[in-house]
């Protein structure tokens, strides 16, 4: 559902983000979240890629996993941080103000899973580029890259679908933030493109939203 372009404008009101993107999609990206994080294991190492308020975080936290969760928005970490701080989970979690750019600081093949929520399409070309390259580096072999974000469908008709319901809400989103995002295209060719094994792959909403588990190969 190309609703998800409205994200940009609860993000300028982190406080309402969680309430309102439950509402926008009908509680789907929750069960999205709640499946994506099916191969974290406790004591695994995990990487969350634009962590926002935490969700996926939370949920991998649960599960007993260590996190670090990266964000550039530092109003949606306050919120993660209380939330965490909340659970009793503050032991196992760190956030840090970091964007995509600088994940070139984190160290070689130190996490066993990394993961994204709805943030590859509030990226440029060029940062989703990068970011894929430093999936690759960072994971260990043999880990687990999980994503769910808006994606451009394959089918003609859903992309046109997709571009109506989107063009008004592209407008709207602009003139609340000056900004807007851009449905992924062509995701899973770019993650079998750096050389990871695509294990599952949903689409829901109208073909328009990605739930997908890809694998780094072992090393030989
Ligand atoms: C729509 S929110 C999703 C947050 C969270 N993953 C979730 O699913 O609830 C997208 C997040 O990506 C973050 N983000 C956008 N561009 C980023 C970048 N270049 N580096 C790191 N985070 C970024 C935003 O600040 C925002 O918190």
């Known amino acids: 559902m190309s609703t998800f372009i409205l994200m940009k404008i609860l993000e300028s009101a982190p ?5 309102g993107i439950k509402m926008l999609t009908f509680g789907g990206v ?16 995990v990487l969350d ?7 996926l975080t939370m949920r991998a936290a649960r599960k007993g996993a260590r996190i670090k ?12 941080k ?12 760190e956030f840090y103000e970091m964007g995509v750019g600088e994940m070139d600081t984190l160290k070689t093949a130190s996490y ?11 990226l440029t070309n060029d940062e989703l580029r990068f970011t894929l390259k430093e999936v690759k580096r960072l994971l260990k072999p043999g880990g687990y890259f999980l994503l769910a974000d808006e994606v451009i469908p394959e ?17 709207i989103t602009y003139i609340f933030t000056q900004t807007t995002t851009h449905a992924v295209r062509n995701i899973t060719l770019k993650i079998r493109g750096i050389g990871f094994q695509i294990q599952s792959k949903k689409l829901s909403f109208l073909k328009s939203f990605i739930e997908l588990t890809a694998r780094k190969p072992e090393e030989r």
Do not use: H
């Not at 890629?49 to 969700?55: L, N, R």
């Not at 209380?82 to 032991?91: K, L, V």
């Open 155 to 171: 089918n003609i008709l859903f992309r046109v679908l997709q571009w109506l319901i989107r063009f008004p809400l592209v407008i």
């Open 69 to 80: 969760g990266i964000d550039i928005n530092v109003d949606m970490l306050d919120i993660a």
């Open 15 to 19: 406080s309402r983000y969680d309430r």
């Open 30 to 45: 929750e069960k999205a979240y709640d499946n994506l994080v099916a191969p974290v294991k406790k004591g695994d190492t």
């Open 82 to 93: 209380r939330r965490i701080n909340d659970a009793g989970f503050s032991g196992t979690v």
């Open 112 to 122: 066993d899973v990394i993961m994204s929520g709805l943030c590859f399409s509030e």
């Open 49 to 55: 890629i634009g962590c926002g308020t935490g969700a």
